[in-house]
């Protein structure tokens, strides 16, 4: 089973910086697209940006320019750095992989799983 530890979350004021953390634990053999979401209280959860095995990075428009994603494959560890908080990035941010490793023998193509979340607190 795939196991996610997000961490890095915490309390800044605005236009401070954060980096999150997602490791993938169990079958290490197999790599995973990882991508970031959010949610806000009271609002639906969001995409946030995404990086593929192949190193192809997706960024919403509201996090384009101040955030930055990268992975570690030999880690299966995605990190999300961001800069330029706002107020608006306040929110739980959860980390999601999904399998997509054709030599992988251990899993069906397209497993997804999903992290417990961190906050993220930005104060104005």
């Known amino acids: 089973q795939v196991h996610l530890v997000e961490s890095g979350g915490g309390s800044v004021q605005a236009g401070g910086s954060l980096r999150l953390s997602c490791a993938a634990t169990?079958?290490?053999?197999?790599?995973?697209?990882m991508t970031w979401y959010r949610q806000a209280p009271g609002k639906d959860r969001e995409f946030v940006s995404e990086?593929?095995?192949?190193?192809?990075?997706t960024y919403s428009d509201s996090v384009k320019g101040r955030f930055t994603i990268s992975q570690n494959n030999a880690k299966n560890t995605a990190y999300l750095e961001m800069n330029s908080l706002r107020p608006e990035d306040t929110a739980m941010y959860y980390c999601?992989?999904?399998?997509?490793?054709?030599?992988?023998?251990?899993?069906?193509?397209?497993?997804?799983?999903w992290g417990q979340g961190t906050q993220v607190t930005v104060s104005s």
């Open positions: 990086v593929h095995i192949d190193g192809a990075t």
């Open positions: 999601k992989t999904v399998m997509t490793d054709p030599n992988c023998l251990w899993l069906v193509y397209g497993t997804t799983n």
């Open positions: 169990g079958y290490t053999d197999c790599r995973y697209d």
